[in-house]
């Protein structure tokens, strides 16, 4: 069974960084692709970038490019999702998701929020 746990969430003052962590375990993921998501209060879940574990490749969500990066650890089958220049609208519950790429990645939108294994998420509060 594939577990995805989430971590490096909390208060931070606008224009500071954090880096989010999604540790991965249960099998190996050579064949998956695994992206990062965001839900603020009462808004919908969104997707904010994903990264093919195969090759590395990336790609990010328009509101999010140049301030969001999406990185994966190999050897520690973790994926990173670091944040600069936080702003009060990235406020918001993180969760990662990890689902195997079957058509080729980039992932379309059904398959993004349709990913088979979600993790719990990790709050982020961005003070102004």
């Known amino acids: 069974q594939v577990q995805l746990v989430e971590s490096g969430g909390g208060l931070v003052q606008a224009g500071g960084s954090l880096r989010l962590s999604c540790a991965a375990s249960?099998?190996?993921?050579?064949?998956?692709?695994v992206g990062w998501f965001r839900q603020a209060p009462g808004k919908e879940r969104e997707f904010v970038a994903a990264i093919s574990w195969s090759d590395g490749r990336t790609y990010n969500a328009d509101p999010v490019k140049g301030r969001f990066t999406i990185s994966r650890d190999n050897a520690k089958n973790t994926a990173y999702l670091q944040i600069n220049s936080l702003k009060p609208e990235d406020t918001a519950v993180y969760y990662c998701?990890?689902?195997?790429?079957?058509?080729?990645?980039?992932?379309?939108?059904?398959?993004?929020?349709?990913?088979?294994?979600w993790g719990k998420g990790t709050l982020v509060t961005v003070s102004s």
């Open positions: 998701a990890a689902a195997e790429v079957v058509a080729g990645f980039p992932l379309t939108e059904e398959e993004l929020y349709g990913m088979d294994y």
């Open positions: 249960g099998r190996t993921f050579s064949s998956y692709a």
